[in-house]
């Protein structure tokens, strides 16, 4: 069974870390790029970072440069997105996602990939 599992969220107060995983099984996740989304209530989802097949090109929004940073383990088949620095702007669900080549392209095309269930993110005090 294809799947994409997404962990390590939760409540965390402003200035915070916190690291998520997404976790791929049924399917090489090394063989794809791996893209990290947000949706926060009432606002439409967004692409926060994502990482090539090789993790040579990283690409980030400028909302998060410099505070998250976006990982890959392919021996585990696994990717990761280490937040730091996290503000309240920053709650939303955090969604994974894998497709062939979608990272740093002008015409992605994620929406043909394999998508998370999401985890939450909270940031509060």
């Known amino acids: 069974q294809v799947q994409l599992v997404e962990s390590g969220g939760g409540l965390v107060q402003p200035g915070g870390s916190l690291r998520l995983s997404c976790a791929a099984s049924g399917f090489r996740l090394g063989y794809y790029d791996i893209g990290w989304f947000r949706q926060a209530p009432g606002k439409e989802r967004e692409e926060v970072s994502c990482?090539?097949?090789?993790?040579?090109?990283?690409h980030y929004a400028d909302s998060v440069k410099g505070r998250f940073t976006v990982t890959r383990g392919n021996a585990d088949n696994t990717g990761y997105l280490q937040m730091n620095s996290l503000k309240p702007e920053d709650t939303a669900v955090y969604f994974c996602?894998?497709?062939?080549?979608?990272?740093?392209?002008?015409?992605?095309?994620?929406?043909?990939?394999?998508w998370g269930q999401g985890t939450q993110v909270t940031v509060s005090s």
């Open positions: 990482i090539t097949v090789s993790g040579g090109n990283t």
């Open positions: 996602a894998a497709e062939p080549a979608s990272c740093g392209r002008s015409y992605p095309d994620w929406h043909r990939g394999y």
